[in-house]
């Protein structure tokens, strides 16, 4: 291998088992003969459509769910 890099941990890269070193992304984009900054998407599923959006309604419901024990509580306590 020109890259003399182990080839499971080609393996495991390219299943996203790990995230790469930097210095074995240079590795890899010089033998490739491509630029680095090709390998260094800092947010590669930025743009996959596969993954869903996260429904923020949820989290809104859990903060205002506080407003009705607070009352409740003070009810209860007093």
Request: hydrophobic share 45%.
């Given at each position: 291998m020109k890259a003399k890099i182990n080839l499971r941990t080609i393996q495991r890269i390219e299943n996203e088992e790990v995230i790469p070193r930097s210095y074995t992304l240079k590795i890899i984009a010089r033998v490739l003969m491509i630029e680095e900054s090709e390998l260094f998407?800092?947010?590669p599923m930025r743009n996959d459509p596969e993954i869903p959006?996260?429904?923020k309604s949820k989290?809104?419901?859990l903060h205002l769910s506080a407003l009705f024990f607070v009352p409740t509580f003070l009810i209860w306590f007093f």
């Open positions: 998407d800092l947010n959006k996260k429904d989290l809104v419901w």
